[in-house]
């Protein structure tokens, strides 16, 4: 076999492998969602704004690219994203989003958050199982754990008809520790099979 034939074929068996360990470099944790909602039937359609839970927060980049996902994963099970619209009508519903980003030990456990909806309350649990294939040959890297939380409220009287919480963990300086790509998993996971069964926690991957 010739060099120039030798230097063809090395190559061509490496590119799968390259491609193969940037698929793993970008890839995103399970994701760990909770859902609460009003014991009658959860609404599918009407118009919507989404408003930041933390109102000095809603003007950063990070919430604006959270907000975008969540509002994409609105539009697809049927509501209507009225941000920008002329109209003298309120929207019928009020979005309320928060992403929290923490950076820690994998040592060190999380506490339980409880929420809910009409005075029943759920726990989101811990976290743990969220598997993240720590190498522990070495020095762990720490984790990032990135939640996103989302309530859909009647404008009319405030009420909570729907709401959400999705967490995962990424080690901390990967592609998938980074708002763009935790944004679209978490809300996709968030919306899976909406509006979910009230009180489960389940694992999307």
């Known amino acids: 076999m010739s060099k120039r034939m030798a230097k063809h074929w090395v190559m061509g068996a490496l590119l799968p492998a390259v491609a193969l360990l940037g698929g793993c470099a970008t ?21 919507f704004l989404i408003e930041s839970m933390v109102p000095q927060a809603s003007d950063s980049i990070e919430f604006r690219t959270y907000a975008a996902a969540v509002s994409q994963e609105m539009q697809r099970i049927g509501f209507t994203d009225e941000a920008g619209k002329q109209t003298l009508v309120p929207s019928e519903y009020v979005v309320r ?34 598997g993240i294939g720590i190498d522990l040959s070495g020095k762990p890297k720490n984790i990032v754990t990135t939640s996103l939380s989302v309530q859909i409220r009647k404008r009319a009287d405030n009420s909570t008809i729907w709401e959400g919480r999705a967490m995962t963990q990424a080690k901390e300086g990967t ?17 899976s099979d909406y509006p979910g069964k009230s009180g489960e926690t389940i694992t999307v991957k």
């Open 27 to 47: 890839a995103v944790s399970p994701v760990e969602v909770t859902r609460f909602h009003a014991p009658d039937p959860v609404a599918r359609s009407g118009g």
């Open 97 to 130: 989003v928060d992403a929290q980003r923490s950076v820690q030990s994998p040592l060190v456990n999380r506490s339980p958050v409880s929420v809910g909806v009409g005075g029943s309350t759920g726990s989101y649990g811990s976290g743990v199982g969220l």
């Open 175 to 191: 592609p998938a520790a980074q708002p763009g790509l935790a944004a679209a998993k978490l809300a996709s996971a968030l919306y």
